[in-house]
């Protein structure tokens, strides 16, 4: 049985940083691409950030420059450093998991979710 499980998210002002991880189980996580979203309050689930299974990263337009992903394999995790944070990143993040190398930045593409962490950011 798969499970992804976020930890990390929590209250921060604005300009401060984060750090969420997810831990994978029940997957063979190499194989796998990994990817962050997040679904605001009254607004649908939308991409943040996916690492593929080659190594390669992806990222939305709203947090490049801010936001890094990163994934130890040996310890089936992956993280979401999020720096510069703002009001409107506010929003719980959702990790996710697929089988392949991508790029998969679409929600409908992911197979396997976690249950949330919320991030709030205070102005």
Not at 42 to 52: D, H, L, N, T
Not at 59 to 67: H, P, T
Not at 110 to 123: E, H, I, L, M
Request: net charge positive; with cysteine; hydrophobic share 35%.
């Amino acid at each position: 049985q798969v499970q992804l499980v976020e930890s990390g998210g929590g209250l921060v002002q604005a300009g401060g940083s984060l750090r969420l991880s997810c831990a994978a189980s029940g997957l063979r996580f190499r194989g796998y691409t990994m990817g962050w979203f997040r679904q605001a309050p009254g607004k649908e689930r939308e991409f943040v950030a996916a690492f593929s299974s080659s190594g390669n990263t992806y990222y939305a337009d709203s947090v490049k420059g801010r936001f890094t992903m990163s994934r130890e394999n040996g310890k089936n995790t992956v993280y979401l450093q999020m720096n510069n944070l703002k009001p409107e990143d506010t929003a719980v993040y959702y990790c996710a998991a697929v089988y392949g190398l991508g790029p998969f930045v679409r929600e409908h593409q992911y197979d396997y979710w976690g249950q949330g962490t919320p991030v709030t950011v205070s102005s």
